[in-house]
């Protein structure tokens, strides 16, 4: 299977703008990418939907992009603004992961097509029992991308992501910072700096991209180096860091 899987040290950190982003930019590239959220939650909340303001639900812009159904972009949908497990709970019904997973293998085919797989909240939230966000990136086996904020707090948030990740066996390729401001402040630079430095992990930032524009979001993924993210390769030790973009 080829494609990227989108995590995130929270909920509401950038993770549907960075898939975006990438999608736009491959589907702009020429490149053959389908979007893959496997479950999607607080369709009904209201302050979830308030707190989007412009911005259409995670599926309905990804679906957008790639010019496919929302629900195909997203086949487990609840309206609950909680964890899958919770969300499907409370809806009396469950998730079955080994659906997910096949219906990833089915959307990329025998390889060509991209997958952009944008998980839900962090890594360690619960789709059912005690299988977990991480459980289903790892078997779907693709290289993770993590997004986090760029400004106070996103150390600790980004290096336990980043270590649980590691732990779990999966192939971490970058953090993604976002929204990345033109001027970044101190504060931000700094943070950038750090965990690069901690976590030996490259650092790369997205730049803040005001509306769902789809020539927008795929001028801030193509300043990403997405294609190098795609190949498959095997690290042998730990990479050094670096501080792109």
Do not use: C
């Amino acid at each position: 299977m080829r494609g990227l899987f989108v995590t995130a040290t929270d909920t509401g950190v950038g993770k549907t703008v960075l898939s975006a982003a990438l999608l736009a930019a491959m589907l702009a590239a020429g490149e053959p990418a389908l979007p893959y959220k496997p479950v999607i939650t607080g369709l009904l909340d209201e302050q979830e939907i308030a707190a989007r303001g412009s911005w259409p639900a995670d599926d309905e812009l990804l679906g957008a992009l790639a010019g496919v159904p929302r629900e195909q972009v997203a086949p487990e949908r609840y309206g609950a603004a909680a964890s899958p497990q919770l969300a499907a709970a409370l809806e009396h019904a469950r998730i079955d992961p080994e659906a997910l997973v096949e219906r990833a293998r089915r959307l990329a085919g025998d390889g060509e097509r991209s997958l952009v797989v944008e998980g839900v909240g962090g890594l360690l939230v619960p789709i059912d029992g005690a299988y977990t966000v991480l459980d289903l990136a790892r078997a779907l086996g693709l290289p993770t991308l993590i997004a986090a904020r760029p400004g106070l707090g996103t150390i600790n948030h980004t290096l336990l992501t980043l270590r649980a990740a590691r732990a779990g066996g999966l192939d971490v390729r970058a953090v993604v910072l976002t929204p990345w401001a033109a001027e970044p402040s101190a504060l931000e630079r700094s943070n950038r700096h750090t965990i690069a430095r901690l976590g030996e992990i490259d650092v790369h930032a997205l730049a803040a991209v005001p509306a769902p524009d789809p020539p927008a979001l795929a001028a801030a993924g193509a300043a990403l180096p997405w294609r190098s993210w795609l190949e498959v390769s095997s690290r042998t030790g730990v990479r050094r860091p670096r501080e792109t973009g």
